[in-house]
């Protein structure tokens, strides 16, 4: 795992990061964005692009998001997914912890 989205994405989906990504990696599930480490090349792009703060450095991540990077890792090894993240379009498909919370509220 190089970059990781964390919780702040879920039922956010504003897709920057997407837009901003060289590698393509990454896929858009039914309620957050995932990164797919096998893609990444570890530009940082998609830092920068998220409107949300949602996106770390494996090695910076706070503790409390550190469960995120099997979160990711998970949502590649249960879904089949192509080469790249905009081909791809919406994947409707969540890890269970993702599908699982309560949906945000709209500001």
Known sequence: ?????????????DKSCMQE?????????GRMTYINPDLCIDC?????????????YDAELPAEHESFIGINERFFSETVTPKSGRKAGKIDYDVDVIAGFAPREEA
Do not use: S, W
């Not at 990504?21 to 599930?29: L, Q, T, V, W």
């Open 44 to 56: 940082g792009a998609c830092v920068a692009a998220c409107p949300v703060d949602a996106i770390f």
């Open 1 to 13: 795992m190089v970059y990781v989205v964390t919780e702040a994405c879920v039922d956010v989906q």
């Open 21 to 29: 990504c060289p590698a393509d990696c990454i896929f858009e599930g």
